[in-house]
């Protein structure tokens, strides 16, 4: 056991100048959690997520994904941009109504969180190795079988809310999360209570109600998981529920009232990108792959590719068309048969659903 007292007040200040917002510690035991995991699996509501299940174990039982693992500590970072105004939630739901206007998630506005969440957490380690000589250990944030949602529970980060993310009641769940798996001892932080009470305001706003059970998400219907892990075509059923989100969906989010408590970054890196926001569905159709490439470099947007991508903009034209008429509505059929003869079956699938609808 190391003397943690002063050790943990160290990482805590070491952090805060990493930009992380809070750190916490957890022990090795998610023993309550494996079987609600598993039966997750069971149900099928991992979708094609199939990495979810390739690992045996090894999600919910740290020291078989590490072995000598004693304790994880967990990080959270907060990803609101460092300009985003007061009343960011408000804006972000009047975006919804503005059909020609594509969306893109907050947190894939700017760099890929992966690499710098993953780097600041090794230079976290580093920080902790000068201090107390060579230790093991590994970083992740959202790269590996990591069960981090039930690790930041249990290390007091927050509590999981009905939308299946992470809460605090300071912070509201607008943050990344990242852990390290070390070789020593470490008292656990303690864990806090369910704030969520009543509420069901992000089961009520899902638009493909993808929230089957508090805390419980079905992926294969969450636009999430529609338009950045899905790899083939979108289940027609959902197409017309998606609206004008092209990448990710922030609903259940922006209508949680602890978000109001949401804190902003103080990672440039998190900045929004201007190509990406506010932008018109007909002028992204536009881009092909040599500028999506340009535009979306080092940002998560990038994993979906050109082709995802097109297909992502496809329906929530066809979305827009729906409610379009005259000039507005002749624009976007243009742009659409632009795409109609494209290389790839799938955006010529999406296109021709997308031309169906007006």
Known sequence: MVDDGQLMAQIGV????????????SGVDLSLAEPRFLDWLAKGYHGSLHYMEQ?????TRPAELLPGTLSVITARMPYLPRDAPSDWAARELQRLQRPQEGVVSLYARGRDYHKVVRG?????????????????????????????????????QGWQGRH??????????MFFLGEIYVDFALTPTAPVTDHCGTCTACIDVCPTQAIVAPGVVDARRCISYLTIENKGAIP??????????????????TICPWNKYARKTEVADFDERSPLVGRQLVDLFLWDEETFLRRTEGGPIRRINHERWLRNVAVALGNALRQASGEEAQAIRTALRARRDHPSELVREHVAWALQQG
């Open 14 to 25: 070491w952090a805060r100048e990493l930009g992380f917002s809070q750190i916490g510690v």
């Open 55 to 59: 690992h045996g174990t090894k999600r």
């Open 120 to 156: 600041r957490l090794n230079k976290l380690c580093e920080r902790i190795a000068e201090a107390i000589g060579p230790f093991g250990h590994r970083a992740f944030t959202d790269s590996a079988p990591v069960l981090e949602k039930e690790l930041a529970r249990l290390s007091g």
């Open 164 to 173: 299946g993310l992470v809460l605090s009641r300071d912070a509201g769940s």
């Open 236 to 253: 027609e059923a959902l197409r017309a529920q998606m609206g004008n989100h092209i990448y990710g969906c922030d609903d259940c989010q």
